[in-house]
T-cell receptor
């Protein structure tokens, strides 16, 4: 079956611009997570959803970052006024329950120039 | 403050031998631990997990050992194969409804 799908796979944007990153989880998975991975680091937690609601958004670095999951399936991570330090691979993962291992997508590589 | 630490950035092991990847953690409230494997340009894939009520879990060539008193876990791969060359992430969760925290990873090279 289809895994977690993330689009675009690569995004290059100029400093100060707005970007949206999309995640299509595995069908039926209720939990959805966003992580960010910088070079040489492990995935860094940003936010996770249980259904439509954000159960924990403690990892969002500041108010330029926002994520939604309006129908409990697809999620969009939104970054306003991008900065060069936002450059990273943004990973999305889903799981069938909170207790299940996460299934990751291949990520979106964001480059802010 | 790194709650999950993988102090070896890289490790090289001869094909057929045992690979041992180590991980330390600081949060004694972690109750579930996982290992993920990552190839370039792909997302991490789940390998094996262990609950804090156990000290060992085995799945084929992969075994995870947990030493709670030392706050240490390790992943053993035996025998190591060329396809095992990847970055391995140790991860931990506190309570069953909390986020998963990852270490920085260890790059494993399997030598022919």
């Amino acid at each position: 079956g289809a895994g977690v799908s993330q689009t675009p796979s690569n995004k290059v944007t100029e400093k100060g611009k707005y970007v949206e990153l999309r995640c299509d989880p595995i069908s039926g998975h209720t939990a959805l997570y966003w992580y960010r991975q910088s070079l040489g680091q492990g995935p860094e937690f940003l936010i996770y959803f249980q259904g439509t609601g954000a159960a924990d958004d403690s990892g969002l670095p500041n108010d330029r970052f926002f994520a939604v999951r309006p129908e409990g399936s697809v999620s969009t991570l939104k970054i306003q006024r991008t900065e060069r330090g936002d450059s990273a691979v943004y990973l999305c993962a889903s799981s069938s329950t909170i207790n299940s291992p996460l299934h990751f997508g291949n990520g979106t590589r964001l480059t802010v120039t | 403050d790194q709650q999950v630490k993988q102090n070896s950035p890289s490790l090289s092991v001869q094909e057929g031998r045992i690979s041992i990847l180590n991980c330390d953690y600081t949060n004694s409230m972690f109750d579930y631990f996982l290992w993920y494997k990552k190839y370039p340009a792909e997302g991490p894939t789940f390998l094996i997990s262990i609950s804090s009520i156990k000290d060992k879990n085995e799945d084929g060539r992969f075994t995870v050992f947990l030493n709670k008193s030392a706050k240490h876990l390790s992943l053993h791969i035996v025998p190591s194969q060329p396809g095992d060359s990847a970055v391995y992430f140790c991860a931990a969760r506190q309570n069953r409804d909390d986020k998963i925290i990852f270490g920085k990873g260890t790059r494993l090279h399997i030598l022919p």
